[in-house]
């Protein structure tokens, strides 16, 4: 008998270990930044582990070398704001949008529209004044991008009567903004937050407040979808898990429209604040955006992005909403009373 209860003990120590080896792997490509949180929340919290799978974060610097990632087959999944590069990636068959996650919603903070002292004092106060202003962006073509643009067609503000001034960097977008030689930025609320601590500018708007729209997204290749159909549709189911747990703690709000903690803050906090690198916590919750629990993707919204690309010549015109979206794994995702 003694002998009987040692092999189990022995067996069941080492099922762990060996069990985790035998785990399918899945890479996930992201940019650090706190829009992508919910990722963080589903590989920090177990939730792949819970399906199966082992999951791992890889650290971008750039949407568009996540994209590369996954035709290339380096990465599985990414996970990022959308931009031009990506439809036409997707339009060309090599990504297929398979969940949505951020929303850029009124009242939640992710980008605001940011303006230097100097062209502050000069009198440009509201985006209605855009009208022959410069703006800095690091990329065209990318998700900052798309936002001046939402701002631009809001206020029906010609696109040739605003200068669109590309800096490569967003440290150099940053040196343009405050040193005066672009009038606005659309700056992370992160960068906003500490810019106007020290009384550096004015965030105009919110861009959420500009128009709401479909931001962010988990996206892999056609071949993974074709090759890999159960490991997707886990990942996917991982990923809601992290949403939920997500939007529960960080966006909740009063009846004024006031951030309030989530049941689960604490703990969930604890996944988050150490790789988004913001030491206070209350600080971070402020940056955090809007996450959809149901990772729902508004196919209008992904229309509207992809033809104002090709109005600009930057996505090929034979790119649609229904061919860069795959909507058959958020529709196999369990319902749930809310």
Same mark, same amino acid.
């Given at each position: ?34 829009g992508?949180a ?9 939730h ?8 791992e974060?890889v ?7 996540i ?10 999944f ?12 997707a339009?060309?068959?090599?990504i ?19 303006v230097?002292?100097?062209a502050?004092?000069?009198g440009l ?26 701002a ?6 010609p696109?040739? $009567?605003v200068r669109? *001034?590309?800096t490569?960097?967003?440290? @150099? =977008? /940053?040196? #343009?903004?405050?040193g +005066?030689? $672009?009038?606005m930025? *659309?700056?992370?609320?992160g960068?906003? @937050? =500490? /810019?106007? #601590?020290d009384?550096? +500018?004015? $965030?105009?708007?919110w ?7 479909l931001?962010?997204g988990?996206?892999?290749s056609?071949? $993974? ?22 939007n529960?703690?960080f966006?909740q ?16 906090m604890?996944?988050v ?6 030491g206070?916590?209350?600080?971070l ?6 996450a959809?629990?149901d ?8 229309q ?18 229904e ?12 319902t749930k009373?809310?």
């Amino acid at each position: 008998m003694k002998k009987l209860i040692t092999a189990v003990a022995l067996t069941l120590a080492l099922s762990g270990p060996a069990l985790a080896q035998t785990m399918p792997k899945v890479r996930i490509g992201t940019i650090v930044l706190s829009g992508i949180a919910p990722i963080l929340v589903a590989t920090d919290r177990g939730h792949f582990r819970d399906q199966g799978l082992d999951a791992e974060i890889v650290n971008f610097q750039s949407a568009g070398a996540i994209s590369s990632a996954i035709v290339s087959g380096d990465i599985d999944f990414g996970v990022s704001s959308f931009n031009a590069a990506l439809f036409n990636l997707a339009g060309k068959g090599g990504i297929k949008i398979v969940a949505g996650i951020g929303t850029e919603k009124p009242g939640y903070k992710q980008y605001g529209f940011f303006v230097g002292n100097k062209a502050y004092d000069a009198g440009l106060r509201s985006l209605a004044d855009l009208r022959g202003k410069s703006v800095a962006l690091a990329t065209s073509g990318s998700a900052v991008h798309y936002t001046i643009l939402t701002a631009m067609r809001k206020y029906d503000i010609p696109r040739n $009567t605003v200068r669109l *001034v590309q800096t490569q960097t967003i440290a @150099a =977008q /940053l040196a #343009a903004v405050l040193g +005066g030689q $672009t009038d606005m930025g *659309v700056l992370h609320v992160g960068q906003i @937050a =500490q /810019l106007e #601590a020290d009384k550096s +500018g004015h $965030t105009l708007a919110w861009a959420g407040d500009v128009e709401g729209y479909l931001f962010s997204g988990m996206y892999t290749s056609p071949r $993974t979808i074709a090759e890999k159909r159960d490991i997707v549709q886990k990942s996917v189911l991982a990923l809601q898990k992290g949403a939920e747990e997500y939007n529960r703690a960080f966006n909740q709000r009063d009846a004024a429209g006031n951030f309030v903690r989530g049941p689960n803050y604490d703990e969930v906090m604890k996944a988050v604040a150490p790789r988004v690198k913001v030491g206070d916590p209350d600080q971070l919750a402020a940056m955090l955006g809007y996450a959809d629990p149901d990772l729902q993707i508004d196919m209008k919204s992904l229309q509207t992005q992809i033809s104002t690309w090709q109005d600009l010549n930057m996505v090929s015109d034979n790119v649609k909403a229904e061919t860069v979206a795959d909507l058959s794994f958020i529709k196999a995702l369990p319902t749930k009373p809310r």
